[in-house]
């Protein structure tokens, strides 16, 4: 039986559609995406997952009221939809310990480096790599970790590098980590899980 995966999103949704196409391409054969959850109505990622034929959900922060309230309601959808793994993909909400206890082991996030470099609060997307950059290292990349309560301070799976360029800005950087990091390593981490909760079933 494939594992059940919800994607949580935020945004543009490309890490998303790599998870997708390499679904589609058999590279994923543990694993079935069920659910496309986001915490914005207009995250372009919902698009990537309708043209999928995948379900959608939205659950505001706003609608919510709290963030207690929020987490619950995300937690519920995961659990009326039967979902055994979390993938993060560009979800810019850090969940707190309470949620991330529902899950051991069972939530991945892709960070826009290789942690220990350039991560933890206050770290995400563009902001990665202007500090890279600023701070003049040769190489970065990316990795994918299990979430636990700590932001970006779970066990690591997988990394890749990718080399700095001299003209590099922060938006070519990010191009090129997205291209030959992220979307690699996720679906390759996605399938890593799915194989081994599905052999603990
Ligand atoms: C990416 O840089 C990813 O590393 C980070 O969120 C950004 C947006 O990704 N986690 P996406 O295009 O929405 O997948």
Redesign the pocket.
């Known amino acids: 039986m494939r594992t059940k995966i919800a994607v949580l999103?935020s945004?543009?949704?490309?890490?998303?559609q790599a998870l997708l196409d390499a679904e589609a391409a058999g590279s994923i054969p543990d694993g079935e995406i069920k659910l496309v959850l986001s915490n914005k109505a207009d995250a372009f990622?919902l698009e990537r997952a309708k043209k999928a034929g995948v379900a959608t959900a939205v659950i505001t922060r706003k609608a919510a009221g709290s963030k207690e309230a929020f987490e619950q309601m995300i937690h519920q959808t995961l659990l009326d939809n039967q979902i055994e793994m979390i993938i993060l993909?560009?979800f810019m909400c850090i969940l707190s310990q309470s949620f991330t206890e529902k899950w051991p082991g069972r939530i991945l996030n892709?960070?826009?480096s290789l942690i220990p470099a350039f991560c933890g609060e206050g770290f995400?997307?563009l902001k990665v790599h202007e500090e890279a950059l600023k701070r003049g290292v040769k190489v970065t990349g990316?990795t994918v970790h299990i979430v636990n309560e700590i932001p970006d301070g779970g066990p690591i799976l997988l990394q890749k590098a990718v080399d700095i360029l001299p003209d590099d800005t922060p938006e070519i950087l990010?191009r090129r980590v997205?291209e030959q990091a992220?979307w690699i390593l996720l679906p390759k981490a996605a399938e890593l899980v799915a194989k081994q909760i599905s052999e603990e079933k």
């Open positions: 999103v945004g543009g949704g490309t890490n998303l990622a993909a560009g892709i960070h826009p995400y997307g990316a990010q997205m992220e």
